[in-house]
């Protein structure tokens, strides 16, 4: 069955601290790709990463880094040095390969709260 | 930078009406699909569509929903009778291929009345 877990609802940081967002995924196939997208309070889809399952190397953009361990099924996003503008409901999400539509399955979501 | 676009931003119905959620997804992409976000809630998956059919739809998407590309540009989404419990947002999203970076539009907020 695949799955997305994002097991904390709510975030609430002060600013400059940095906040770590987990997501722990299902599947049995062994190609997929793993998304992490942000909805601000606008209410768009903003897509931040995709990662393969082939490619566990960590990535960073700017003040983002994302941490992938097939091992523990885990694809965890970080935010360094938070800012108010990061506030946001955050997505993980999975689709696998075998599935060749691309559908995605999205997880419940965290909604991060930036004070400052 | 090209963006997925939706139309309307936000629609009232009332009850048993037929709607029609439209989409211009970016030119070059393959894959197009919808999702809808109750509120508060996760984004889940309606349809994804390909070469001009459906590849793929969730339990959510009944009888009572239809996808087109009428023109080779616009991919819509139609309600035939729409129920107080569709309202939502609902994304269009499209990818250059299955399991590639799939671009979201700003969403239509439904409104069934």
């Known amino acids: 069955a695949q799955k997305v877990t994002q097991a904390q609802t709510e975030i609430s940081v002060v600013e400059k601290e940095d906040v770590t967002l987990d997501c722990v995924y299902e599947?049995?196939?062994?190609?997929?790709?793993l998304f992490w997208y942000k909805q601000p309070p606008s209410g768009e889809l903003v897509f931040l990463i995709r990662r393969n399952s082939f490619d566990e190397q960590n990535e960073i953009s700017g003040r983002y880094s994302w941490n992938f361990q097939k091992s523990t099924s885990s694809f965890n996003f970080t935010i360094t040095a938070s800012q108010v503008v990061d506030s946001a409901v955050y997505f993980c999400a999975l689709s696998e390969a075998r599935n060749q539509g691309g559908k995605l399955i999205f997880g419940q979501g965290t909604e991060l709260s930036v004070k400052p | 930078e090209p963006e997925v676009t939706q139309t309307p931003s936000h629609q009232v119905t009332q009850m048993g009406q037929e709607v029609i959620l439209r989409c211009v997804p970016i030119s070059n992409h393959l894959y197009f699909y919808w999702y809808r976000q109750i509120l508060g809630q996760k984004v889940e998956f309606l349809v994804s569509f390909y070469n001009n059919e459906i590849s793929e739809k969730s339990e959510i998407f009944d009888d009572q929903f239809s996808v087109e590309r009428p023109d080779g540009s616009n991919f819509t989404l139609k309600i035939r009778s729409t129920k107080l419990e569709d309202s939502a947002m609902y994304f269009c999203?499209?990818?250059?291929?299955?399991?590639?970076?799939?671009?979201f539009g700003q969403g239509t907020r439904l409104t069934v009345v």
């Open positions: 599947t049995r196939d062994t190609t997929y790709y």
């Open positions: 999203a499209s990818s250059v291929g299955g399991g590639w970076d799939a671009f």
